[in-house]
């Protein structure tokens, strides 16, 4: 099992629409666990930490099951701004390991 | 704040060539991490350090090397560049280890 899978999508949707993404990790002593966003031919930037009872950063939520090891991603109301790849990212003893991404389309 | 600067934007190299990716921060971070992103594939950690003086091995450290001699600084060294090395390469520093700031990166073809 990889550490970190996501699904490479693409997710295409309209704006407005509602889209989750999900992640899995293999690591069950990983304690931390990020959402980054990475414009095409740009840096990663982070978007949100994800917190164990879950939480929300305006119209992004991002949830943690620990029991099952995966997380996820829930952005409302979609903007064409939006558009980018998701990186999940999964906290190790100094270092971040990096999923490979999930690719979001929002289409006017 | 400039955050993290890479330099140079870009690079082409020939096959056994030898170049220096510079790193700066003015963060006053002690961790900072250099990273390689090939297409469609996630970002896999070459070398870390902790603070000055202090380096490891990530992922995928053979063919590089680094070094820390200040806090600011944390360069990479490409000895003998091959085709595999064609990538584009990210550095990051980190107050905590937790959240990461990233440079603008490397765009780096060996041929």
């Known amino acids: 099992r990889k550490e970190v899978e996501q699904d490479p999508g693409p997710f295409n949707v309209p704006e407005g629409a509602t889209v989750a993404f999900n992640c899995t990790y293999s690591?069950?002593?990983?304690?931390?666990f990020f959402w980054y966003r990475q414009d095409c031919r740009k840096e990663p930037k982070l978007l949100m930490s994800v917190y164990s009872s879950g939480n929300e950063d305006g119209r992004f939520t991002a949830q943690l099951n620990r029991a099952s090891q995966y997380i996820s991603l829930l952005i409302r109301d979609s903007k064409l701004s939006d558009s980018a790849t998701y990186l999940c990212?999964?906290?190790?003893?100094?270092?971040?390991?990096f999923g490979k991404g999930t690719m979001l389309l929002v289409s006017p | 704040n400039a955050g993290v600067t890479q330099t140079p934007k870009f690079r082409i190299l020939k096959i056994g060539q030898s170049m220096t990716l510079q790193c700066t921060q003015d963060?006053?971070?002690?961790?900072m991490y250099w990273y390689r992103q090939d297409p469609g594939m996630g970002l896999k950690l070459i070398y870390y350090?902790?603070?000055?003086?202090?380096?490891d091995k990530g992922e995928v450290p053979n063919g590089y090397n680094v070094s820390r001699s200040t806090t600011e600084d944390f360069p990479l060294r490409l000895e003998l560049a091959a085709p595999s090395q064609t990538s584009v390469y990210f550095c990051a520093s980190s107050p905590n280890s937790y959240e990461q700031y990233f440079g603008p990166g490397t765009r780096l073809t060996v041929t």
């Open positions: 963060m006053n971070h002690n961790y």
């Open positions: 350090s902790v603070g000055a003086g202090i380096t």
């Open positions: 990212v999964v906290r190790g003893y100094s270092t971040l390991t």
């Open positions: 690591n069950s002593a990983s304690q931390s």
